[in-house]
């Protein structure tokens, strides 16, 4: 028999500025108790008008991967590596920082001028010790070439991992599962995921309830035969173990499903790096200053 995930803690998320001063909602204690994940931001949404957007000015990174998934708006990046881009809405880019980066991330400059929506998430992704050294590299998936699948009301897009069938083509170091899915009103979906994967959900639109039915017959005064758990917009559900998740919304709703391992290695991070050890840290700082962070 399969086991069904249930929520285990319901983490509620706040509006922190990032970037050249630019709101995000993140929600609480990332970093500690969700593994691998270090970062879940939503940007905005906002409205900008003419020459207000915001963006992240030239920044480094070591030891993880950063993956920016635009919704509503038109960014430009650049790198050190003498990569640049856009990234309009549905596309993804994965950055894999690796031993180093430097890099900028703003409006691009014709949306700068006209102002309009911005929305989106950067997520950031740690990687294992035995990969935080490795080669920088980019995975671009622009929204015509990412996997989509649809199916009762269901959408959704598979930026990493598998959805109703759908696996995505992003590589990954450590298996990760990345989901956008929008649910129309009174639809359902099962998801199934690894089961020693950590697992979350994050809602940005509406409210989903998770039907739990291992946890109801463990726990039959907590949530009563038959009870659903609900999660809502701007909360991230940390799930219990697990091999699927039953899924419902009731009025529709739009979310990410994210699952990764647990690294069981210790954090040290300061601003834009994320290594093992303090002296680690100290050497990204070092070569940052001489220069020889990405080389
Ligand atoms: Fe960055």
Not at 56 to 69: L, N
Not at 174 to 203: C, F, W
């Amino acid at each position: 028999m399969r086991t069904t995930r249930s929520v285990a803690e319901i983490v509620p998320t706040h509006i922190v500025r990032e970037g050249g001063g630019f709101k995000v909602r993140r929600p609480y204690r990332m970093g500690r108790v969700l593994s691998p994940f270090l970062l879940i931001d939503e940007m905005g949404p906002v409205d900008y008008g003419p020459g207000e957007a915001l963006g992240a000015p030239w920044h480094p990174h070591r030891g993880f991967e950063t993956v920016t998934y635009l919704l509503d708006g038109r960014m430009r990046h650049e790198d050190s590596a003498g990569n640049s881009g856009e990234l309009n809405p549905g596309d993804v880019q994965w950055m894999t920082a690796g031993r180093g980066i430097i890099h900028c991330e703003e409006p691009h400059r014709e949306f700068l001028k006209t102002g309009g929506r911005t929305h989106g998430f950067q997520i950031w992704v740690n990687l294992p010790s035995s990969h935080k050294m490795m080669e920088p590299r980019y995975q671009e998936v622009p929204s015509t070439e990412s996997p989509i699948v649809e199916q009762d009301g269901v959408w959704a897009r598979v930026i990493a991992g598998e959805c109703m069938g759908t696996t995505s083509s992003i590589d990954t170091k450590i298996p990760i599962t990345l989901i956008h899915v929008k649910m129309e009103s009174e639809s359902r979906l099962v998801q199934q995921l690894q089961a020693d994967l950590n697992g979350m959900i994050y809602v940005f639109t509406g409210e989903i309830n998770l039907e739990n039915e291992i946890t109801v017959k463990k726990n039959p005064i907590a949530f009563g035969i038959g009870a659903k758990q609900v999660i809502q917009d701007g909360e991230l559900a940390l799930l219990s173990e697990g091999e699927e998740i039953l899924i419902e919304s009731q009025e529709g709703a739009e979310f990410l499903i994210l699952a990764g391992p647990e690294l069981n290695e210790p954090i040290e991070r300061y601003g834009p790096f994320v290594m093992n050890t303090k002296e680690e840290i100290h050497q990204a700082f070092m070569d940052y200053q001489n220069g020889t962070l990405t080389s």
